[in-house]
């Protein structure tokens, strides 16, 4: 397994593509990415069978149908957080005057509730919820890799004053991930560089 790491302006957000080992295929965290850039990359006969979403918010989610529309990928996101795809305001964009709204016309094609594991093109998956930063956080755990949205960054966590937000179910999420401490596990977060789990690790 390898994974690569993409970033987008003007947000830095992080989109993550996960090899399965040594095919040309793999599975895409967030795409907030633009597919040539990452195929640049990758090369163009590289094929992602299945988008993963985070959370809903606009930054990790803008490039959502143009992904759909090119690879034809499955696009799997929390039940709760289905609806920041078609909802500026759910999912953040319409909080940012600078920026035009986010609105996705792609449908999820699985819904998770964040108690799942899933094998997707032979690559486990699994998923854990993590409300707080948004309704229907997921962190998705992919070997000893865990990739965690906006939820926890290097010695910091995410915000929780944008819609459907709550800072009380962040905290509790937060200290729910002290499950990953002392495991070896290696943090991708939604902003910011890789890094060890136990070095990022804090809680409110």
């Known amino acids: 397994m390898t994974v690569y790491r993409f970033t987008q ?4 957000a992080s989109c993550y593509v996960i090899q399965n080992g040594d095919t040309d295929t793999g599975i895409l965290i967030d795409p907030c990415v633009a597919p040539r850039i990452v195929f640049s990359q990758l090369g163009h006969s590289f094929r992602i069978t299945h988008l993963l979403i985070t ?10 149908d143009e992904w759909v529309e090119e690879t034809g990928a499955e696009l799997i996101i929390s ?21 035009p709204d986010v609105v996705c016309d792609s449908k999820a094609d699985t819904l ?5 594991e ?15 930063h948004t309704p229907g956080g997921l962190l998705y755990l992919i070997g000893d890799h865990l990739f965690s949205g906006d939820t926890l960054f290097y010695r910091n966590y995410g915000r ?4 459907g937000g709550d800072r009380e179910l962040l905290r509790e999420t937060l200290i729910s991930m ?6 070896g596990i290696y943090l991708c977060p939604g902003h910011g560089d890789v890094c060890r ?3 990022a690790y804090i809680t409110m």
């Open 178 to 183: 002290g499950r990953f401490y002392g495991k």
């Open 197 to 199: 789990f136990d070095d």
């Open 55 to 64: 959370h809903g918010h606009f930054d990790h989610i803008w490039m959502t």
């Open 9 to 12: 302006a003007p947000m830095g």
């Open 79 to 99: 039940n709760d957080d289905a609806c920041c795809l078609s909802s500026a305001f759910m999912n953040g964009s319409s909080s940012f005057y600078a920026l």
């Open 160 to 163: 929780s004053d944008l819609p």
């Open 112 to 116: 998770l509730s964040g108690e799942e």
């Open 118 to 132: 899933l094998l997707l093109n032979d690559i486990s998956v699994k998923v854990f919820s993590a409300p707080g």
